[in-house]
């Protein structure tokens, strides 16, 4: 075995996946409604062609050859990048028998349905059996994901977010709670609410994608390597670094969520166009983790979307994208409107000082389903429970509580704390890009480029050649450290609040 | 070999040439400018793993065996419909040699890069050794794919039109030439030309679109199992039956290009669309011929798009979607200003009266490149002498001449005389259905789907299952024949030029 035979197997995987890809995407942009079902076959075909390879005798012969410690000195960096990867993904794949596997799928897909009805029903009574078998399935594939993880809930925190623990998790979520219900408490008492009338004028989506897509291609998305367009649900998805595709659905009644939310997905696009071509062909190729993945869409959305000196900029822009509707609106008032929070019962439409809460309210849910023999009858209350303990509202049904996320219902537990890592890690690291760059000088002038430059430096050039603790550490200086998020929101909403 | 483990491999190759051909297509609709190099990579190894399938051991046995005539009544009618194109497409790949092929296919890459550049160039020198070459090969390669055709040439026109002959088209293309000629005569002594000033009023691609959307809908496009695009270079591509897809470019300031090029696109996309779903996942549902497929694109474009009735009905909707901008336009002149006839030097832009005179120029010229020893560079000349003989325009620089059409860098001859064929079959066909249907009085109706179902009886259902010829015999009760066509020129070119 050779790295260019090993490389060349890759490869293949590769361009099939790229093939998925674009098929994948183009299912969600505009397919012909009644293309879904042969759509559906073609899909499962090539994927199941790819999973094939990605157990199959190559790679079996390449993982076995190149754990061997000389032999692995054979290979180049990225030959070693890529088999690192491939290793992790080869054994995860290989533990875990063919049943259990085809179980756990149908499972899934079961339980998808049931919630999907449970939620338009707003009845978690009509989900609850298939949530549990989701649990108990989970529980039964432990065992053969497990390594050396302190606590189960940690084995499946770490497939989203490698080498990170819950007892780390557990100390950075009280230290955030704790000073986002501070800050709230503050804004509550001394602060002064901005004026969001205006918010809900109508701007049509050809005005927004005017303003937006010029936005983003000031912080860098390079629309020769990637494009825009309308879906339900919106994303980004890579095909390669070279074609890059976001999507964005828009509202004409309140810009805010197209506009963010753009902003936020050429976050993602930005760390994919800038990974190093070097890794092409191979899974180094894409983002380490949900969380870093997060922290760079969010860096984009909270970080440069919350700043004052990018809104100053961008204002006489976006006001002649609107053409007259907001000339009436001072910059101040307009800046203020962006940043008004308020607790919100449904994850995807919180602000930004709140939604982090709403991830922790997951994660302890998530940590006494998975450590615990919690009585599944009892989640929807403990969940409202929660909702009243840290936002102080309560839902008064089951598809404002506990059947708004998708994630269950695919046994993804342990994703949503990427969520919050994102908005950690997004913060940190503006701390750190703030000692080598005037970041509030360089969001007040013409050229963004020095931001994207330093993002690609530290984070985006790697790739998933490096985890995460790796590049925060290498970033920052330090390991995670949610301090700088607290700092960050206490800063922009007591000066949007007027807190003395 | 079962005939299910035989429909099994075809659906296995189906569902790859399906990813391929949306890949495709998106490669041509938006595609990021900088992912053109990997896109290449990953169509071209598809293509590899549909063409290794194709001549695999599963494709060979399942050849061998049902070409055994007892094994054949093993077969059901899909089966067996499925089969014949199989073994033909099977013993065409196999017969030749694959290093023939490999030189083939360098030979054909490299002339369409050198065509390209004299195109631009305007001079045939530049693209002289590579057309030979192309000539050259193909004539090494005709021994293998010659059964029992007359001459050379008909082994190539067969492969794009099954069972036609060079003697037929000798005789049909003559008495269309000569009938054509003498329309053109009448037409210039006694014709008086329709004004088309106002073809040139600005409409804008949104004006433009939602027209074309409409009457395309009308007229049986089912846009909830196909979709519309803007394009470079406009086509029909079909991904299943459910999945039609018709591109087009625009341009405002002659709104009849795009226009009549979706109508035209829009009968490719209902043929594909309403051949029988039994086919799925098998070579039968395609289109059985160039030809055929041409006769219902053209039947869309210039049997109802010349059709008086049809544009009477639209004209009120046209000029609401203009906005305006015909309102003093009366439907007597608009519908004669679609209808003027002027030769050009140009096929693409041809009016469909002098159409066919291009692509007889063009059959008349492969017959003396395949069945003669021409000196390929007389080529130039003997187009322009030709030019000068049937449309008594003459080009003076290769670009508008010889260099206009891509084809011959593909080696494609063979392929021309299918656009002919597309005219003549759909003035045949319209002639046969006007015997079941009041034709003028459906386009005058709100109410189009009497046309739409009597093509999906006579020729859409049926895919590749039957051969163009047998279409024909069938839905009209004759062998090709072109007077049908010369006729509803006739008729049409008086009537819009006032011959009495």
Redesign the interface.
């Known amino acids: 075995m050779t790295e260019q035979e090993f490389l060349q197997e890759l490869k ?1 995987i590769n ?2 996946n ?2 998925s890809t ?2 994948n995407w ?1 299912s969600s942009t ?6 879904a ?3 559906g ?2 899909e499962s ?2 994927a199941g ?1 790819a999973f094939e390879k990605s157990v199959g005798p190559k790679i079996k012969e390449a993982v076995e050859y190149f754990s061997d410690e000389e032999h692995k000195k054979e290979l180049s960096e990225v030959g070693l990048a890529a088999f690192e990867l491939v290793k992790e993904d080869y054994e995860l794949n290989n533990a875990v028998p063919a049943d259990l596997m085809r179980d756990f799928s149908r499972a899934t897909s079961k339980a998808y349905s049931a919630w999907h009805k449970a939620r338009s029903a707003s009845d978690f009574s009509l989900y609850r059996d298939e949530l549990a078998e989701n649990i108990r399935i989970v529980k039964e594939l432990l065992p053969y994901w497990k390594k050396d993880e302190a606590t189960d809930y940690d084995v499946l925190l770490n497939k989203y977010e490698p080498k990170m623990t819950s007892e780390k998790l557990d100390k950075v979520f009280d230290q955030v709670r704790d000073g986002i219900m501070e800050i709230r408490e503050v804004l509550a008492k001394e602060g002064t609410e901005p004026n969001t009338d205006f918010l809900n004028r109508k701007m049509t989506e050809e005005q927004q994608r005017k303003f937006v897509k010029q936005v983003v291609a000031d912080l860098g998305f390079d ?5 825009l367009d309308n879906t339900v649900h919106p994303y980004m998805t890579g ?2 670094n ?3 595709r976001i999507t964005t659905r828009w509202d004409e009644e309140f810009f805010p969520a197209g506009v963010f939310g753009v902003i936020h997905e050429a976050g993602h696009g930005m760390y994919e166009q800038n990974i190093d071509s070097k890794y ?1 062909y191979t899974p180094a190729l894409s983002g380490t983790s949900m969380g870093i993945h997060e922290s760079q869409s969010l860096f984009n959305e909270i970080i440069i979307g919350s700043n004052r000196e990018f809104w100053k900029k961008q204002y006489p822009f976006f006001q002649e994208c609107a053409e007259g509707t907001f000339d009436d609106i001072s910059f101040d008032d307009f800046y203020d409107s962006l940043k008004k929070t308020q607790a919100s019962l449904i994850r995807v439409d919180a602000d930004t000082l709140t939604y982090v809460l709403h991830i922790i309210i997951r994660y302890e849910i998530e940590k006494m389903i998975i450590n615990e023999d919690i009585n599944i009858d009892d989640l929807p209350q403990i969940w409202n429970d929660k909702y009243e303990e840290y936002l102080g509202i309560r839902p008064d049904n089951d598809a404002d509580g506990i059947l708004q996320d998708v994630h269950w219902s695919g046994a993804d537990f342990g994703y949503f704390p990427s969520y919050a890592l994102g908005y950690m890690y997004a913060a940190q690291l503006h701390n750190a890009m703030k000692n080598d760059i005037d970041v509030d000088g360089v969001l007040a002038s013409d050229d963004y480029s020095p931001i994207r430059k330093w993002s690609t430096e530290h984070i985006h050039q790697y790739g998933a050649s490096r985890k995460p603790n790796q590049l925060i550490m290498d970033a920052t200086g330090e390991e995670l450290n949610p301090q700088y998020l607290l700092d960050y929101l206490k800063e922009i909403y007591y000066s949007v609040y007027k807190v003395k």
């Open positions: 293949e361009l099939i790229q093939a674009v098929l183009d505009g397919m012909p409604d009644k293309a079902e042969d759509r076959e073609v075909y090539l062609l629309f020769t390597r990637g494009r095909i390669n070279n074609d890059i092409a």
